[in-house]
């Protein structure tokens, strides 16, 4: 089966927020076990009156991986505490770790 290595996750907000940071946890289900886990150790945080943040591979939880056909799921924890951060955009950089294939002949 495949695992899906995480490179990167980007965060971007058209309005940022102020007072507080914005706070994001993706979490992803095993399709085997039906267990929910969180992609990050620790969460990714737009700081506030900030648009933009990169997580690099030091907050990703375990070994960075994701299961093949695992679904994902998207918690915003926090908005900011004056204005809450809007328009907010995610994307996962992703790259195929593994792949096993199982060839079959008459």
Do not use: C, E
């Not at 924890?77 to 809450?84: E, I, K, L, M």
């Amino acid at each position: 089966s495949a695992l899906y290595v995480i490179d990167a996750v980007t965060a971007y907000v058209k309005t940022a927020p102020t007072g507080a940071a914005i706070l994001i946890d993706i979490n992803y289900v095993n399709p085997t076990t039906g267990t929910v886990t969180s992609i990050f150790s620790t969460k990714l945080t737009i700081a506030a009156g900030a648009q933009r943040q990169t997580a690099s591979v030091n907050i990703f939880s375990g070994d960075g991986t994701i299961p093949y056909l695992s679904d994902l799921t998207m918690d915003i924890d926090q908005v900011g505490s004056t204005v809450a951060g809007s328009d907010l955009s995610v994307k996962l950089h992703l790259k195929i770790a593994t792949l096993a294939l199982v060839l079959t002949g008459a």
